[in-house]
């Protein structure tokens, strides 16, 4: 079974300081990665999926097949970013399984 | 916000009392999910359907039950067999095929007195 664990249930960094929140798989196959994000009082929203490579809000995330890792990084946080994310991971079966999400704020 | 809704928002039920939660979706897709979110353990999958009149079990179905009669609609009963239904309940839908997004509902919370 495809397992994704998030170690920090809770993330605080200052505004402008480097933000890295981590997530680690377990698949033995070729998983699709995303990182999902709920800002408050809003619904659950894609954020970005490694296939697609690209950088959003700022944010990106490399996949280390080695590591089984797909930590979500941004150089500079912003106020607006306080959400909680989640990692996610969808195998062969399609259906996607969750890390259980780390909330992060940013200090002013 | 559109395209995929939940109602009610909020939803209240004795012990030994089936309850069915709604969701709709007019984005035209094959595949619709539930999930259940609980305090420090994100989402959990409960059931999954990836078309009309066919659905399996997730993670967690135990104690409860669905049908996918429309496109459009993917009803979630919670059975009085479910032992702990307290919970925050989301249901999502996407097209079908690995790493296509899934687009969110509201989400329904549901209390069990």
């Known amino acids: 079974a495809q397992r994704v664990t998030q170690p920090e249930k809770l993330l605080s960094v200052f505004k402008g300081a480097p933000v890295e929140l981590k997530c680690n798989y377990s698949y033995s196959g070729s998983p699709e990665l995303f990182w999902y994000v709920q800002y408050s009082r809003q619904r659950l929203q894609l954020l970005l999926r490694?296939?697609s490579r690209e950088s959003i809000k700022g944010f990106t995330a490399d996949l280390n097949k080695g590591e089984t890792s797909f930590h979500l990084k941004k150089p500079f946080a912003q106020e607006e970013d306080s959400a909680m994310y989640y990692c996610?991971?969808?195998?062969?079966?399609?259906?996607?399984?969750f890390g259980s999400g780390t909330q992060l704020t940013v200090l002013p | 916000d559109g395209g995929i809704t939940q109602s009610p928002k909020y939803l209240f039920r004795k012990e030994g009392q089936n309850v069915t939660l709604s969701c709709e979706q007019n984005?035209?897709?094959?595949?619709m999910y539930w999930y259940r979110q609980d305090p420090g353990q994100g989402l959990r999958l409960i059931y999954y359907s990836q078309i009309v009149n066919d659905f399996q079990k997730g993670d967690i179905a135990e104690g409860y039950s669905v049908s996918r009669e429309k496109k459009e609609s993917f009803p979630l009963t919670v059975t009085s067999a479910q032992k702990n239904p307290t919970a925050f309940y989301l249901c999502a839908s996407s097209s079908v095929g690995v790493g296509n997004e899934q687009f969110f509902g509201p989400g329904t919370r549901l209390t069990v007195l």
């Open positions: 490694h296939i």
């Open positions: 996610a991971s969808s195998g062969s079966a399609r259906q996607l399984t």
């Open positions: 984005l035209n897709h094959d595949a």
